[in-house]
């Protein structure tokens, strides 16, 4: 009687796996491509890897590249599936890539049919290709990577430790598509046809759910991602801090050891947001030398601060000129000043608002060198 119980209650816990999906059935889509193509239609290019067999030693992949025409992602999806023999699957995508052409008309109802589809692969990246097609990226063959996923899902991920990129993926992403009152960036990459590479290029700045055409470029990304208040594993920022005749010798290189970033925001007549950036910073590059010298770290804390807050004032313009309110400060104005949110429309509003950046540095360490 009681081995019966043990026999039932394992027969009701082991029901094995209902929803399995045999991988020898299904043909994993790997990255994705999408741009405009003739009268209107979507032009998706998909990689699809695949591993033959062999009877000594391990087997060898193939990557299979598709393009196909159609009036909707899932269309163009159901013509690709068409054409390989085993099942399109999306569920291990690393990367989705945009035409410059295509995100300009809006990236929302080309995302739509993955964030629908439970199968689909959230924790994928997102990029846009700056001058050139989503295709010509995902038909690249780069030097020494047997994957264009693998290229560019590392590239991205370094991107982000590095502190260039948010390292938002799909997911994070979608409340950002469809909130008001924050926009975002994504990578912008470029195509290298004589080198064979992919240069990350700066971050596209977005307006609701439409590529600007605006641009944070790659050198000034870091700090743009600073006053986000998002800092990677490395945050390095070369400035020029002198008017020395040596151009070497004009410049500093310093790695951000802590920060602290907060945003008060003053609602009256008008709007006016105060982003606090609070940065300790490590000194990895000064051929200017003598910081041993006395005020000399001062001195140099006080160009940064300056040279910081030039830049962040450029870079502030250019948000607004954009009208891409990354850092959601139409979203804090709807959630605590609502009277003021319904009296105004906020993608009007925000490019005359005053967004003010300041700076306080503290220079920790400046190296083993004196």
Not at 14 to 35: A, P, Y
Not at 94 to 100: A, D, H, I, K, Y
């Amino acid at each position: 009687m009681r081995k019966g119980v043990l026999i039932l209650t394992a027969l009701i816990l082991l029901t094995g796996c209902w929803d399995e999906r045999q991988f020898k059935n299904i043909s994993l889509v790997l990255s994705m491509g999408f741009d405009t193509g003739e009268e209107q239609a979507i032009r998706q290019t998909v990689s699809i890897p695949t591993v033959t067999r062999s009877s000594e030693g391990p087997g060898q992949e193939f990557i299979n590249v598709l393009s196909t025409e159609a009036h909707t992602p899932r269309e163009a999806r159901d013509k690709i599936d068409m054409m390989i023999s085993d099942n399109f699957d999306p569920s291990k995508v690393r990367v989705v890539v945009f035409g410059e052409e295509l995100a300009k008309e809006g990236i929302f109802p080309v995302l739509d049919d993955m964030y629908r589809d439970p199968k689909s692969n959230l924790n994928a990246y997102m990029a846009v290709v700056e001058k050139g097609t989503a295709e010509e990226i995902t038909r690249l063959r780069a030097t020494g990577e047997t994957r264009i996923s693998e290229y560019l899902g590392g590239m991205l991920e370094t991107a982000a430790s590095s502190t260039h990129t948010t390292g938002e993926n799909l997911q994070l992403l979608c409340a950002e598509l469809i909130e008001p009152g924050i926009d975002f960036s994504v990578p912008l990459i470029q195509l290298d046809k004589q080198n064979g590479a992919i240069n990350f290029s700066g971050m596209g700045l977005f307006h609701e759910k439409t590529y600007t055409g605006e641009k944070i470029p790659a050198e000034k990304s870091t700090l743009y991602m600073l006053l986000q208040g998002k800092k990677g594993k490395i945050a390095r920022l070369t400035e020029k801090v002198s008017g020395e005749n040596d151009e070497i010798t004009s410049y500093a290189t310093v790695e951000v050891n802590k920060m602290k970033r907060k945003m008060k925001l003053t609602v009256d007549d008008g709007v006016t947001a105060d982003i606090h950036v609070n940065l300790e910073l490590k000194v990895v590059e000064y051929p200017s030398d003598h910081l041993y010298v006395k005020g000399k770290i001062k001195m140099l804390e006080e160009q940064l601060t300056d040279v910081f807050t030039k830049e962040s004032k450029k870079i502030l313009t250019t948000l607004q000129e954009a009208n891409s309110d990354v850092f959601g400060i139409g979203r804090r104005v709807k959630a605590y000043h609502p009277d003021y949110w319904n009296e105004v429309e906020w993608s009007d509003e925000y490019p005359e608002i005053a967004i003010v950046p300041h700076f306080d540095i503290k220079i920790i360490e400046h190296g083993i060198m004196n």
